[in-house]
């Protein structure tokens, strides 16, 4: 059972830790954020160059084993962002289950929206390719699946209810909406489309901490945050995940934590390069 679940949380973590649920929910009603368009933002935190690299620690009967490593990495392509995010997990733990994942989005400039995305995913003996071709005007997604890149694509059509983000687009988006203001609500909604499907999720901001500690990185002045997380095979239903992002300009995140079905999942900053602004979150 332990490696039906260890695959999909790597990738969750991979990607911001926005574990997509088995089945959705209806939601509790809150607040939501006022004044904020969850269809458009305009960048504010990032810059063409930056490159963020995290570690992944699984945690299994007490013991912290080092999984793999994730690199973010944006470019500018004139009137698009172009986001890459590459996973692989680390020879000492390929006994255990091998991961090899890469994810490209391709974002409007003007509303941070997708216009395409791609992914490989090989984990074990699972490989999938994916392409989406997204049409937020008319609310219609283009999906090209093959069994791994350079296969057979089949491909198939879907409507999605309102604007929809990746998986990946999802988390540049998120850096650029500011929660922190009492008048702006406690929370925000956004739509990830994946796996030819849509999901609509919520961002919760939780406070500040002014002095968090990071394992290996020092502390850290952050804000906390907790994105839904669905009851399934690999969450329970009283599962709070929490990501702590810097509190500064950058609004990169320092560390992702959640206990899962079996043991517990961390995510940590490792390396960071091409910030846009001065790293100020950084205590000591």
């Known amino acids: 059972m332990i490696r039906s679940k260890i695959p999909t949380l790597v990738t969750g973590f991979l990607l911001l830790a926005l574990q ?8 509790a009603p809150e607040t939501s954020a006022q004044g904020i ?6 960048n504010f935190t990032f810059q063409n160059g930056e490159k963020l690299t995290y570690k992944i620690f699984y945690n299994w009967n007490f013991v912290w084993l080092s999984a793999g490593e994730v690199t973010f990495k944006v470019f500018d392509e004139d009137k698009q962002w172009h986001y890459q995010a590459y996973g692989k997990t680390y020879p000492s733990y390929e006994w255990f289950f091998k991961v090899q994942d890469e994810y490209d989005s ?6 941070l929206l997708p216009n395409y995305s791609e992914r490989s995913v090989n984990e074990g003996n699972y490989h999938i390719f994916e392409k989406i ?5 008319t609310k219609k997604m283009s999906v090209w699946r093959a069994p791994k890149k350079g296969g057979e694509e089949k491909k198939t059509e879907h409507n999605v209810t309102d604007c ?16 922190t203001d009492p008048q702006s609500g406690n929370t925000v909604p956004f ?3 994946m796996d030819q ?12 901490d002014a002095n968090k500690n990071v394992h290996g990185m020092g502390r850290y002045k952050v804000l906390k945050y907790q ?3 669905i009851a399934g095979s690999v969450f329970k239903e009283d599962t709070k995940m929490t990501v702590w992002v810097s509190d500064d300009e950058n609004r990169i995140p320092v560390l992702i934590e959640s206990p899962v079905s079996v043991g517990s999942v961390k995510m940590v900053l490792k390396e960071y390069w091409g910030l846009r602004y001065d790293f100020k979150a950084k205590v000591k």
């Open 197 to 208: 499907a849509e999901y609509p999720l919520k961002l919760r901001f939780k406070g500040r």
């Open 133 to 137: 071709s997204f049409n937020q005007s």
């Open 227 to 229: 994105p839904d997380v």
């Open 164 to 179: 929809v983000h990746d998986i990946l687009s999802s988390l540049y988006f998120l850096r650029n909406i500011d929660l």
């Open 20 to 27: 997509l649920p088995e089945h959705q929910a209806p939601a």
């Open 191 to 193: 739509r990830i489309f």
């Open 37 to 42: 368009d969850s269809c458009q933002a305009a």
């Open 106 to 111: 391709w974002v409007n400039k003007g509303t």
